[in-house]
T-cell receptor
Framework: EAAVTQSPRSKVAVTGGKVTLSCHQT?????MYWYRQDTGHGLRLIHY???????EKGDIPDGYKASRPSQENFSLILELASLSQTAVYFC???????????FGKGTRLTVV | GDSVIQMQGQVTLSENDFLFINCTYS??????LFWYVQYSGEGPQLLLQ?????NKGSSRGFEATYDKGTTSFHLQKTSVQEIDSAVYYC???????????FGKGTSLVVHP
């Protein structure tokens, strides 16, 4: 069964600190995504990647970086965490551009 | 660019009521349409895919119908149950576009 694993599942970070959210998929999928979920905004795409060693900006990339060192791993990096980045973050993967997207269970990030 | 509009932010029903959630989409490509469901504390998961070949999709008692003329696809269920309480997202993938497009989600609350 397709699996996307996120770590950590929750994190409290200090304003101005660096945060790294990790994602690992065992689906052998080429496409990976990072979404942010906030009440009233649904799922918003931050960064995505369709091949290892390459990342693309999504719809709300400001304040975030991404890294795809291998097909299986995709990280989201907040170099200087801010209060406004408190949210739930989801990693996802998919095969082709017309197929189902598989999501991880999410990471709840609280910036204080 | 591609867009999906899901107008209903929250729907409150009683058990055995009829559910209807509508989405409209816009794309210059060939769309593949999906409905995802997100239960509390989990990531979104595929509920069903609407095939544009026969204009319908169904799963777990839910049915989705696609109308190419109005570029809309809606989700319905004849008799909802309390366990159906969740957030429902419509989504679209368009050939050649790596980025899935999600609606803002509809929070369904079903009272016993």
């Amino acid at each position: 069964e397709a699996a996307v694993t996120q770590s950590p599942r929750s994190k409290v970070a200090v304003t101005g600190g660096k945060v790294t959210l990790s994602c690992h998929q065992t689906n052998n999928h080429d496409y990976m995504y990072w979404y942010r979920q906030d009440t009233g905004h649904g799922l918003r795409l931050i960064h995505y990647s369709y091949v290892a060693d390459s990342t693309e900006k999504g719809d709300i990339p400001d304040g975030y970086k991404a890294s795809r060192p291998s097909q299986e791993n995709f990280s989201l990096i907040l170099e200087l965490a801010s209060l406004s980045q408190t949210a739930v973050y989801f990693c996802a993967s998919s095969d082709r551009d017309d197929t189902e997207v598989f999501f991880g269970k999410g990471t709840r990030l609280t910036v204080v | 660019g591609d867009s999906v509009i899901q107008m209903q932010g929250q729907v409150t029903l009683s058990e055995n009521d009829f559910l209807f959630i509508n989405c409209t989409y816009s794309t210059t490509g060939y769309p593949t349409l999906f409905w995802y469901v997100q239960y509390s504390g989990e990531g979104p998961q595929l509920l069903l895919q609407v095939t544009t070949a026969n204009n319908k999709g169904s799963s777990r008692g839910f049915e989705a119908t696609y109308d190419k003329g109005t570029t809309s696809f809606h989700l319905q269920k004849t008799s909802v149950q309390e366990i159906d309480s969740a957030v429902y997202y419509c989504a679209m993938r368009s050939g050649g576009n790596y980025k899935p497009t999600f609606g803002k989600g509809t929070s369904l609350v079903v009272h016993p």
